[in-house]
């Protein structure tokens, strides 16, 4: 998906809002994947979405009404009994803090560790390797770790295709791999977002000049999650 058209047609605050149908959903959550731009905003509107639902949740102070004047019927408005200014007021006050901090603590922090350098955890896996038990990578939720992938080298392929299901069988992202004489291994950056913890593999497939793709083998690892 090109980053020009999600930023054309706000497919992060539609996302967001769960307006996407399934296809551009999987479409929009692989770019994000490799896009660091993309993967901050979905963040961080996550955590507003997240705020505002708490607001909101909460129980609005009662107002209190002289016993002289009659209650009026009772009347179901829906989503429009939160204009009421007694309620109104508070709850975009509140709302108002929660964009604050969010421009003022949360997307400065998060920008920050998109352009600080960090050590980032980090495990070696070899293609092929069957039966073998796959190495333990421990991370923090949301944060992002190196995998430096070994592939036997074969001198009749261009590139290589590298792909990733999580515990659960399914594709997080493909990763296209050049074939370079002399090299077997490669960093591979996997971007910080909330993954389950659990047996993720690498399948990895060789792609000829001519088109044609051979299964080279696949290898797993064990991702714990940091409580």
């Avoid at 290898?219 to 999650?225: D, K, N, V, W």
């Amino acid at each position: 998906m090109d980053h020009d058209v999600v930023v054309r047609e706000k497919m992060t605050e539609k996302y967001l809002l769960e307006e996407l149908d399934p296809k551009l959903k999987d479409e929009f959550e692989e770019h994000f994947f490799d896009c660091p731009e993309c993967a901050l905003d979905v963040r961080a509107g996550s955590e507003f979405v997240s705020g505002s639902k708490i607001v909101l949740a909460e129980s609005p102070e009662p107002v209190l009404v002289p016993a002289a004047i009659p209650a009026p019927p009772p009347f179901n408005r829906g989503w429009f009994a939160w204009l009421r200014p007694a309620i109104a007021a508070p709850v975009f006050a509140l709302l108002l803090a929660v964009i604050g901090y969010q421009n003022l603590v949360t997307y400065p922090q998060l920008r920050s560790a998109l352009t600080q350098p960090q050590v980032l955890p980090w495990a070696s896996v070899n293609v092929g390797t069957y039966g073998a038990e796959g190495p333990v990578i421990s991370v923090a939720q949301g944060r992002g770790f190196l995998l430096f992938v070994r592939i036997p080298p074969d001198g009749n392929y261009t590139h290589c295709t590298a792909d990733l299901y999580n515990p659960n069988g399914r594709l997080e992202w493909s990763l296209t791999i050049p074939a370079i004489p002399g090299q077997d291994q490669w960093p591979v950056q996997v971007p910080g977002a909330r993954r389950e913890a659990g047996t993720y593999k690498i399948s990895v497939r060789g792609v000829t000049a001519a088109g044609e793709s051979k299964d080279l083998g696949s290898t797993s690892f064990e991702l714990q999650i940091q409580k």
